[in-house]
């Protein structure tokens, strides 16, 4: 791998883990949901960091272009992360249902409780 | 006997006053709810006007979560039956009686009426969208050992338990034919009834093409993976 690829590739996954840091710090990423990006960031550093490893991954895979291990690498994460976030929003739009369900009900509960009252006091 | 019949509406102003007048008129013990899936036309303006109780979503969640509610509704208020009723005019009130028989006599936990067995008048015309529905219904009575001749019905009774079970798990998307395949893997018991229908009042099948075949897509799907689904669990409480 060339120099100019590998010192591309330290900086760019350096800088992914440093823009996630950065956002759970200002709270714009929860904890939870950055482990994953974390993960991925950390382990393209890894192995742009020692060409040796991406070397022996690259003869292991057989792949002739040690540099596409970094890819595959890469489109594994964001595949897993998708997914994961899959499963993020479909829980989340049971709890939307679930809030929107309980609201119409609560609301129906008021309706009733304010006729109520003006029923019991109905000058008041 | 505490009877509610759960009218799950969107965008049925047409048809909704007539649709309550005849449960009026046909079925006066009966009490009525109208729980309206956030429409955009006059049906919110309609419903304090209508004289039965009403809730209102919100948001647009869809017809599984308009039922859930209801269903909530049911159980806290101390019902004994829901008779799921559609708000266009399709499901005849005279007809509630046959489809109670089932839960009072036979001991069934939910009943579904159906256009198709028995001599009832209906019959969608034959094409690619009756195709479907017998591919669905075949497939959900190998699945549940019931025989099924309307798996997509939307004219439903349902008994004290399948209310507690439904009041959470009542599935959503297009949901009757998976609605089937829950009750029979929950162990309840379920009977079809032949009734008769009508041509809706007014409005329009809210099935696109476009959504038809996302419809059979997502129904599809849903009765491959349930059969391998844990046993949903009656609600404890009301």
């Known amino acids: 791998m060339g120099n100019l690829v590998q010192i591309g590739s330290v900086v760019v996954s350096g800088a992914l883990l440093l823009l996630v840091i950065d956002l759970v710090r200002r709270r714009k990423l929860t904890e939870e949901y950055s482990f994953i990006w974390l993960l991925c960031a950390a382990a393209l550093l890894v192995l742009s960091l020692w060409r040796d490893i991406l070397h022996v991954t690259a003869r292991w895979l057989g792949v002739y272009y040690p540099p596409a291990v970094l890819l595959l690498v890469l489109i594994f994460f964001v595949f897993v992360a998708s997914l994961y976030f899959s499963v993020v929003i479909s829980g989340q739009r049971r709890q939307i249902e679930h809030l929107v369900e309980e609201l119409a009900l609560l609301d129906q509960r008021m309706r009733e409780a304010e006729r109520e009252k003006i029923d019991r006091f109905p000058i008041g | 006997m505490k009877v509610l019949a759960l009218i799950p509406a969107r965008n049925e102003a047409d048809s909704l006053p007539a649709v309550i007048r005849s449960l009026r008129a046909d079925q006066p013990e009966i009490d009525v709810l109208v729980v309206d899936d956030e ?123 399948a209310i507690r079970l439904l009041a959470t798990h009542h599935p959503t998307g297009y949901p009757e034919p998976e609605l089937l395949l829950l009750l029979a893997h929950s162990g309840l018991c379920v ?48």
Not at chain 2, 195 to 216: E, P, V
Not at chain 2, 221 to 238: I, K, M, T
């Open chain 2, 191 to 238: 009977a079809e009834v032949p009734i008769h229908m009508n041509k809706r009042m007014a409005g329009r099948t809210s099935l696109t093409a476009g959504r038809l075949g996302l419809a059979c897509a997502t129904t599809a799907l849903a009765l491959l993976v349930a059969p391998f689904r844990r046993p949903a669990r009656e609600a404890s409480g009301g």
């Open chain 2, 39 to 161: 429409s955009c036309d006059a049906t919110r303006e309609l419903l304090p006007g209508l004289g039965v109780g009403w809730l209102r979503l919100c948001e647009h969640v869809g017809i599984g979560s308009a039922i859930r509610a209801g269903l909530r509704y049911a159980l806290r208020e101390g019902y004994d039956i829901v008779v799921r009723v559609d708000g266009d005019g399709q499901h005849p009130a005279s007809e509630i009686d046959r489809m109670i028989a089932p839960l009072l006599i036979r001991g069934a936990d939910a009943v579904v009426g159906s256009r198709f067995s028995g001599s009832a008048g209906y019959q969608t015309p034959p094409g690619i969208r009756r195709m479907g529905q017998r591919a669905v219904a075949a497939w959900v009575s190998a699945a549940t050992g019931v025989r099924v001749t309307d798996a997509t019905s939307g004219f439903w009774a349902f008994g004290p338990h």
